[in-house]
């Protein structure tokens, strides 16, 4: 039997999540773990827990010798890496859950790590309840991952299943998210995608080897996202789901954030409300699907709670692909979209799509279904921040390109 390691926890924030890995730590009395001291910010709350684990000097953890597992769980991404920086670099061992830190800092907390050879475990950054950066880094270790497609991001998910089936307006389902802890304290990080876009840039990194910048990444969010889009959802029995996907080419790999339609094709069709689902395509193993909370206290709270019990089995990421991976070219691909525009001229919009299905104007208004470049899209989308652009079906290819019409964009010009 393998000898576990004690781990002295010093765990900085205790909002949603810190709260709720305290909780848990308790409920499942873990015996190898336990937190010595929490440092918070606000003075003035009462964290409810017995007054000497309190402090609100970071240097009380970052310089006590007998704290040999950080847990940060703050907001604030800088703070969090300068946390992070520092616990490494004093010997610790870290488990983090910022993805907006890890996406924005990945090279410099590779190096502290090799520097160092201390461990950073980050479980809980990525789809909360999903083991899934573990299951990419070990078990899609040999087999060879061609796609990897997701919902990611829980608040979203939550606001669009909400919308799409109850009616909720979008400010209403929003605001629910956010009492019920699953929105960032930005919500504009969920609504425009950057959350989406952070994880996405920390799986490809454990899926293919290739970590992405996540401002390289193209990415449009559920903001513009209007009655029209649900109505033509509802019309045609699909679901709106913010996808991420990442998926190998023979010339090198497509990455992006888009809100898509989805029909009951997908195994992501049923994955609603603050679920998260993840979608893995290899070349022995094909398709495989992971399904499970996306954000929350205790979902969350458990992902940091199974990489501190990793911790102490001397856990690390090895970054095995990263040799193999780093270097492949990102490529523009061409994708069936859906695309709502007010005020473009319909020809010059036409035009820098490569194949039309299906064209309606109502006004000033214009809804285009059709293939388009990827890059096109986000260049139109720069000088057009309110367009609606959604990724459409493959099934709603194969059916257009029988000469079936589906669509019925008509319709929308009613709203
Ligand atoms: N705001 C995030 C989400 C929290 O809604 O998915 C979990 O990462």
């Known amino acids: 039997m393998i000898k576990r390691k004690q781990l002295h926890i010093g765990l900085f924030g205790f909002g949603c999540v810190g709260k709720g890995l305290y909780d848990v730590l308790n409920l499942s009395k873990h015996p190898c773990a336990e937190i010595v001291k929490i440092c918070v910010k606000d003075k003035t709350k009462d964290r409810g827990v ?49 993805k907006k830190m890890i996406a924005e800092h990945f090279d410099d907390l590779l190096s502290l790590q090799a520097s160092t050879g201390q461990a950073l475990l980050y479980e809980a950054a990525a789809c909360a309840s999903i083991p899934i950066i573990r299951n990419l880094e070990e078990y899609y270790d040999t087999d ?31 605001q629910i998210a956010q009492q ?25 990194a454990h899926a293919f080897g290739r970590f992405i910048l996540p401002e390289d990444l193209p990415r449009t969010g559920i903001q513009n996202i209007t009655s029209a889009e649900l109505k033509f959802a509802r019309q045609n029995n699909w679901k709106i789901k913010l996808l991420a996907k990442a ?42 699907f992971f399904s499970g909370r996306g954000a929350g206290a205790f979902p969350t709270a458990s992902a940091v709670l199974s990489d501190i019990s990793a911790l102490s089995y001397d856990y690390r990421y090895e970054y095995k692909k990263l040799n ?14 859906y695309l709502r525009s007010e005020d473009v001229d319909e020809s010059v919009l036409s035009d820098s ?30 000088t057009h921040p309110n367009m609606a652009v959604l990724h459409l079906p493959e099934t709603y290819v194969e059916i257009n390109s029988k000469g079936l019409p589906i669509l019925e964009l008509e319709n929308l010009s009613e709203l």
């Not at 193999?324 to 979209?337: A, E, H, R, S, T």
């Open 144 to 174: 060879i991952l061609n796609r990897i497609e997701g919902i990611i991001n829980g608040s979203t998910n939550y606001i669009l299943t909400r919308s799409l089936n109850e009616g909720l307006s979008y400010k209403e389902a929003l």
């Open 180 to 204: 019920l802890g699953y929105a960032e304290s930005n919500p504009g990080l969920d609504v425009e995608g950057h959350d989406a876009a952070n994880k996405l840039s920390i799986l490809s």
């Open 324 to 337: 193999q991976g780093k270097d492949i070219p990102l490529i523009d691909d061409v994708i069936p979209v």
């Open 50 to 98: 017995a007054k000497d684990l309190i402090t609100f000097d970071k240097h009380e953890i970052l310089n006590d010798d007998s704290v040999n597992l950080v847990v940060e769980l703050i907001d604030d991404s800088e703070e969090a890496f300068d946390i992070v920086k520092k616990a490494l670099l004093a010997g610790k061992s870290v488990v983090t859950a910022n």
């Open 353 to 382: 799509f490569e194949h039309i299905f299906e064209v309606f104007k109502s006004g000033n208004r214009l809804h285009i279904c059709g293939q388009i470049k990827l890059k096109t899209i986000f260049t139109w989308l720069k």
């Open 247 to 288: 998926y190998k080419t023979s010339e090198g790999l497509t990455a992006f954030v888009m809100p898509s339609y989805v029909d009951d094709d997908s195994a992501l069709y049923k994955v609603d409300d603050v679920f998260n689902g993840v979608q893995t395509e290899t070349v022995f193993a094909d398709k495989q």
